[in-house]
C-alpha cells in the first residue's frame, strides 16, 4: 500500500462482487431513508446509520455475512465498527454509492429488511408487545 492508496476511494463494484459470491449475504445502505429512496444500490436494505444496532434484532446469526455502503463510505465505516463492536463476524463497509458504476433503483422498498422481522421475533424483542397496557416508565 503506497502513501497515495489512503487517500484512494474504495471502489464499491469491487465490493459488490464480493457480495454476489457470499450465498446468505445482506446488503445494507446505512444513509438516511431520505437518501435511499433517492437512488439505492438494487438488492439493499436500509438501516440508517443512527438505528444501526436494529441489526441484532433483525439478524440474530452474527455469521451472515454484512456487506454495508453509504454514499462516499465514512458512514459504512462507522456502521462496520459498530456491527463489529456487536459481535458479527463478517462485515465489510464497500465504500460509497458515488463511485457504482450501474443504475440506482429509486424509492422505498416495501419490504424492508425491519419489515422481514416477523411479529413471533417481535414479540420476544419487544415483550411490552404483549400486554395489553403499555407499562409506565
Known amino acids: 500500500m503506497g502513501f497515495f492508496d489512503f487517500f484512494r476511494k474504495k471502489d464499491i463494484n469491487e465490493g459488490l462482487r464480493a457480495y454476489r459470491a457470499e450465498a446468505r449475504a ?9 437518501e435511499y429512496a433517492e ?4 438488492q439493499s436494505r436500509n438501516i440508517p ?9 433483525m439478524i440474530p446469526d452474527k455469521g451472515v455475512p454484512l ?3 453509504c454514499e462516499k463510505g465514512s458512514r459504512a465505516e462507522k456502521a462496520a465498527k459498530k456491527l463489529a463492536d456487536l459481535g458479527y463476524q463478517k462485515v465489510a463497509a464497500i465504500g460509497g454509492v458515488e463511485t457504482y458504476g450501474g443504475k440506482l433503483e429509486k424509492g422505498i422498498k416495501t419490504k424492508s429488511l425491519q419489515s422481514q422481522v416477523s411479529a413471533s421475533q417481535m414479540r420476544k424483542n419487544m415483550p411490552w408487545l404483549n400486554q ?5 416508565i
Not at 437512488?39 to 438494487?42: A, C, V, Y
Request: proline share 7%; no cysteine; glycine share 6%.
Open 26 to 34: 445482506i446488503l445494507i445502505d446505512v444513509r438516511e431513508q431520505k
Open 39 to 42: 437512488g439505492h444500490l438494487p
Open 49 to 57: 446509520l443512527g438505528r444501526i444496532d436494529l441489526v441484532e434484532s
Open 67 to 69: 456487506f454495508l455502503y
Open 132 to 136: 395489553k397496557k403499555i407499562p409506565r
